[in-house]
C-alpha cells in the first residue's frame, strides 16, 4: 500500500534536489567545493540569479504533469502537451533544448506524438538523448504505482511529447518503475523495474543500470545532460543514500547538471524515505509546497490506495 508520506516525498523531493542544484547548475564539483564548501543550503542567486528555493523547469514541467492527471482523472498527453505549451508562453528563465525546439512545434501544430519524434529524428547522435523528460514524469509513478503496465505505457508517453529517442522513453518507464517499487515495499525497485521493461527497452539502458543493483557503478559516475548519465548518477545516489537529504546532497555537490540529478535522486529518496525525512529548512523556502503536497495525495488517490 502506497502511504501518503512516500507519496508527497516523491514530489518534496523531486522540488528539493531541482530547488538545491539550481544556483550550481553547470559548475564543477570543485567549483562548488570553492564557493560553498558542501551545499547543504538553499542559497540564492547563482546560476539563474534567483531567489533561494526558486524551482526550475524539472518542476514546473512535474507539475504540468501532475494537474493535469489531477484534473482529468487520468493520463491525457494531448493535455499535458498543451500545459507544457501555456508553461513555455511564460518564458521560463530554463528550458532545454529539445524541449524548446519540441514545444515550438505543438505550437505550429504537430500532435503530441509528433512534435518531440520530429525533433528527435532531425537531431545527430550525441544530441538527441537529453534528461529532459525523466526530470518530470515522476508523478506518474504515485498515480500508477499498482498498475506497471500502464505506468510502463504512461511514462513513455509522457516522455514522447519532447523527447522520443528510446533511451528516453525507456528511461522514464525505468525510472517511474523504480519509484513505483519503493512506494509498494519492493525490496529491490531497480532490479524489478529492469525486469519489466528488459526485454523491450534499449540495451545500452539496460546494461548501464543493472550493476546498480549491487551497489556497483562507473568511477567516477557522470553530471552530463545524457540521459543515461543522469539516471546512473541520481539512481546510484538515491539507492546508497542513508537519508533524502544524503542523497540530494551528494547528488548535487557532483556538480553538472546539478538541479536535474538532484531532483531525479530526491524524487527516488522521497519516495523511500518519505516526505516527512526531507530537511524542514529546505521545504520551508519552496513556495509551492503545499500545492505540491496537494497534488501528492491526489494522485495516490486516483491509485486506489
Known amino acids: 500500500m502506497v502511504t501518503a508520506d512516500a507519496a508527497t516525498g516523491v514530489m518534496l ?6 530547488s538545491l542544484g539550481r544556483p550550481v547548475e553547470f559548475k564543477s564539483a570543485r567549483e562548488i567545493e570553492h564557493e560553498h564548501g558542501t551545499l547543504t543550503e538553499m542559497v540564492g542567486n547563482g546560476t539563474w540569479g534567483q531567489p533561494a528555493g526558486t524551482i526550475t523547469d524539472d518542476t514546473d514541467q512535474a ?15 494531448a493535455g499535458i502537451a498543451r500545459r507544457f505549451v501555456d508553461w513555455y508562453d511564460t518564458d521560463p528563465f530554463d528550458i ?4 524548446r525546439r519540441s ?33 518530470r514524469c515522476p508523478p506518474l509513478a504515485i498515480a500508477y504505482a499498482t498498475d506497471l503496465d500502464s505506468l510502463v505505457t504512461v511514462s513513455r508517453d509522457s516522455s514522447q511529447i519532447t523527447h522520443a529517442d528510446p533511451r528516453c522513453t525507456y528511461g522514464c518507464a525505468v525510472l517511474n518503475l523504480t519509484i513505483a517499487g519503493y512506494l509498494c515495499g519492493e525490496d529491490q525497485p531497480l532490479a524489478m523495474a529492469l525486469d519489466q521493461v528488459r526485454s523491450d527497452a534499449p540495451n545500452e539502458l539496460v546494461t548501464a543500470l543493472e550493476p546498480l ?9 557522470s553530471t552530463s545532460g545524457y540521459v543515461i548519465h543522469t539516471l546512473q548518477t541520481a539512481l546510484h545516489d538515491a539507492i546508497q543514500a542513508d537519508s533524502s537529504e544524503d542523497a540530494i546532497v551528494t547528488a548535487v555537490n557532483r556538480g553538472g547538471d546539478t538541479d536535474t540529478i538532484g531532483a531525479i535522486a530526491g524524487a527516488v529518496a522521497g519516495a523511500r524515505f518519505g516526505a516527512s525525512e526531507l530537511p524542514d529548512r529546505w521545504l520551508a523556502e519552496i513556495d509551492e509546497e503545499a500545492e505540491l503536497r496537494h497534488l501528492a495525495t491526489a494522485l495516490q488517490n486516483l491509485g486506489g490506495d
Open 96 to 99: 532545454g533544448v529539445m524541449t
Open 103 to 135: 514545444l515550438q512545434n505543438l505550437k505550429q501544430g504537430y500532435s503530441w506524438d509528433e512534435a518531440g519524434q520530429a525533433v528527435w529524428e532531425a537531431s545527430p547522435e550525441g544530441s538527441n538523448a537529453g534528461n529532459g523528460s525523466v526530470m
Open 63 to 77: 507539475l504540468c504533469i501532475a494537474r493535469s492527471v489531477v484534473e482529468q482523472s487520468q493520463f491525457d498527453p
Open 13 to 18: 523531493g523531486l522540488a528539493c534536489g531541482d
Open 213 to 221: 543493483v549491487a551497489g556497483k557503478a562507473p568511477d567516477p559516475l
